[in-house]
């Protein structure tokens, strides 16, 4: 019987692999194989080696939307999983807004990320926006500035309008707390723990799985990020906010490089796989607490 489920289970799931085989498996070959070549268009493919994975550590805009790209992980793994996780602790009380909180904080993550960004390029407008305005009625005016073009406010700038994906972070935690047997959380307050005891000793150390996914998911999401970067600051001022999705469109699409720019984009898929073996070791994801 047990055989006869798993060739079932086999039959069903053989279309769905088969699929996802032809469509993301061949172009990841594609890319690979093309990453070993000079691709330029209207000319030959001329395979050259490892030439362009050489030249890649000497090019200066590619190690700079490296960085960038590493420290926006970093930061979107940490500070907006640390906001997600403390808004869910605040909203697992219950208060008369918890509902109202949660679905605002939702609504920036249902918008298209291109229109966010048009958004975010009204409020940091820098004559109209929304936020020089409260400066200039706080009456100090010499803050304002032109914020997303600015060398010294614009990654910065940038930064700031990945914070709704802490909004996800929250809602995801928040159902994990719910699962949370009450008998546990009562033990803790017979035992005599208080409400910030309880969450730290308690309730954190079940939330590993679900907070190591978020924290997944938050620091990959930085690997593809391309639509809000492109709308707000195209990779300025300079190379400011250049980050490697931007820099692989820029490098296919400018300069219609094609082999390089697989180059970069084989790259950056070894990066995201490095980043999920390491978080997976650091959550040691998949083992279970209860």
């Not at 605002?104 to 109209?128: D, E, R, T």
Request: charged residues 10%.
């Amino acid at each position: 019987m047990e055989k006869k489920n798993r060739l079932w289970i086999a039959i069903f799931l053989l279309p769905s692999i088969l699929i996802f085989c032809l469509i993301y498996g061949a172009s990841v070959v594609t890319l690979f194989g093309s990453s070993f070549t000079e691709w330029k268009l209207a000319s030959k493919l001329e395979f050259t080696g490892i030439s362009n994975y050489v030249n890649l550590f000497a090019d200066k805009n590619f190690l700079k939307a490296l960085s960038n790209t590493v420290i926006w992980a970093l930061l979107q793994s940490t500070i907006h999983i640390f906001i997600g996780v403390t808004f869910a602790l605040i909203l697992s009380k219950k208060e008369f807004y918890w509902k109202f909180a949660r679905t605002a904080y939702m609504i920036p993550n249902i918008i298209c990320s291109a229109a966010l960004g048009m958004v975010y390029l009204s409020i940091f407008n820098p004559k109209f926006g929304a936020v020089n305005n409260i400066i200039r009625a706080l009456g100090v005016e010499d803050f304002s500035q032109n914020w997303f073009m600015d060398y010294s406010s614009a990654f910065f700038t940038v930064t700031i309008t990945w914070l709704p994906f802490a909004g996800v972070v929250a809602i995801l935690v928040l159902a994990e707390i719910a699962a949370i047997p009450e008998a546990i959380l009562e033990s803790a307050k017979i035992d005599g723990a208080g409400e910030f005891k309880t969450n730290i000793y308690v309730v954190l150390p079940l939330l590993k799985n679900i907070i190591g996914t978020c924290v997944i998911v938050a620091a990959t999401s930085m690997l593809k990020n391309f639509d809000i970067i492109f709308m707000t600051t195209n990779g300025g001022p300079g190379n400011t906010t250049l980050n490697l999705p931007l820099y692989i469109y820029k490098t296919s699409m400018l300069e219609n490089n094609y082999g390089y720019a697989n180059t970069i984009g084989a790259f950056l898929i070894l990066l995201g796989i490095v980043m999920l073996i390491v978080i997976n070791k650091a959550f040691k994801l998949g083992q279970s607490d209860i």
